[in-house]
């Protein structure tokens, strides 16, 4: 459903992704959440989200020498995008954070904070989105490898034949569009959880694809760094920030775009400072409070739910047998592909066998104004025994 609000000034919750290359301060900038302060003047308390296993423990010694109470850090290693937006929601619901064990199970024992109280986020850091994105597109590729399994035995692929139709998956055109659909789910996340955040990413080539004279295409640089990983990350965060090393080997940070104001658009800075970010929520400290939640998949799904209802006005029935018949139409498309696939592994003999089977069973031997599945069940059976 959608939610709305008279216009009025909100408390406004800094929103920052921050890439680059190894060794450029992506790491040091986040964590310099640890220096600010609450409206109470109490420090920041920081969940971060570790993928990179070890990116901050180098710099926890330097913390603590400066002031910080490492007690207000509490860090989670994870390499699981689910794991992560688990961890999330727990902040966004005031949840209880237990202690881990080396299982990685919860221990009774509940995460205290500096002040001995049950650890409350301020601030989320997750510091390592790309190899989120990684082990994303693994997941999916394990899965592409099961569906083809099915697609193997269907088509009553043996011995290498098999083997090869598995571990030669990948990921598939929709699977991308599942991929960029998690990214943009993973930073909704963050800024439906009514907590200051940065997300870190590494960088890569800006490539687009571009037609040859011989009709060919390549894929060309255009010159551009880019985070890698999950597509479009910048697009709903309100601060980007390119980190770099200049030729004097100076850290420096490319502001590409502050909706905060803090910084203009398109500025570098040397040795730059998260810091600088503190006078957000101070000036917005009495502000009213709005969080926008995240609703991405239960938009898909009303989504959905519209086109159904669109579909039923086409038709012009929208009795229970229609509805069947919508729901089922995904089911129907995809038993005639597997049909139109085990046709084309048969060979002509095979063929002109498998159409006096079907005949002799009382089958059709033409599926494409077949709309009864356990019709076509029966065809996929018969087709698959050669």
């Known amino acids: 459903m959608a939610t709305a609000r008279i216009g009025s000034k909100t408390q406004s919750r800094l929103s920052m992704l921050i890439y680059g290359e190894q060794f450029t301060g992506k790491s040091t900038m986040a964590m310099q959440f640890a220096y600010f302060k609450r409206t109470d003047g109490k420090p920041f308390r920081i969940l971060y989200i570790d993928p990179e296993s070890g990116s901050i423990d180098d710099y926890l010694p330097e913390l603590e020498e400066n002031g910080v109470d490492l007690r207000n850090i509490y860090i989670v290693y994870t390499q699981s995008l689910g794991e992560v937006r688990e961890y999330i929601n727990k902040a966004k619901n005031n949840e209880n954070f237990y202690e881990l064990d080396e299982e990685g199970n919860e221990t009774e024992n509940v995460v205290l904070d500096a002040d001995g109280e049950p650890f409350r986020v301020d601030a989320i850091?997750?510091?390592?989105?790309?190899?989120?994105?990684?082990?994303?597109?693994?997941g999916l590729i394990e899965f592409s490898k099961k569906r083809n399994a099915v697609k193997a035995k269907a088509k009553g692929l043996v011995g290498d034949e098999r083997l090869v139709k598995i571990e030669g998956a990948g990921l598939e055109f929709k699977d991308y569009n599942t991929?960029?659909?998690?990214?943009?789910?993973?930073?909704?996340?963050?800024?439906?959880?009514?907590?200051?955040?940065?997300?870190?990413?590494?960088?890569?080539?800006?490539?687009?694809?571009?037609?040859?004279?011989?009709?060919?295409?390549?894929?060309?640089?255009?010159?551009?760094?880019?985070?890698?990983?999950?597509?479009?990350l910048a697009y709903n965060v309100k601060t980007e920030i390119r980190m770099f090393r200049n030729e004097d080997g100076v850290v420096c940070a490319h502001i590409k775009k502050d909706r905060t104001h803090v910084h203009e658009d398109n500025v570098t800075i040397e040795d730059p400072s998260l810091i600088d970010w503190q006078v957000v929520i101070d000036k917005t400290a009495n502000n009213t409070a709005f969080v926008v939640k995240n609703d991405l998949s239960k938009s898909v799904a009303i989504e959905q739910d519209i086109y159904k209802k669109e579909a039923l006005k086409i038709i012009g029935d929208d009795d229970t047998e229609t509805n069947n018949e919508i729901e089922n139409a995904n089911d129907l498309d995809e038993i005639k592909a597997n049909i139109k696939s085990l046709q084309s592994s048969l060979n002509p003999v095979q063929k002109s066998e498998a159409k006096k089977k079907l005949a002799d069973a009382g089958l059709p031997t033409a599926f494409k104004t077949v709309t009864d599945i356990e019709v076509l069940k029966k065809v996929v059976e018969i087709l698959s025994s050669f």
Do not use: W, Y
Request: hydrophobic share 30%; proline share 1%; glycine share 10%.
């Open 125 to 138: 850091v997750v510091d390592g989105t790309t190899v989120l994105n990684l082990t994303t597109k693994q």
């Open 179 to 232: 991929v960029n659909f998690k990214g943009q789910d993973l930073i909704l996340d963050l800024m439906g959880c009514g907590k200051h955040f940065v997300v870190t990413a590494r960088e890569t080539d800006e490539k687009e694809t571009i037609k040859l004279e011989d009709g060919t295409t390549t894929s060309v640089s255009t010159g551009r760094r880019i985070p890698d990983g999950f597509k479009a």
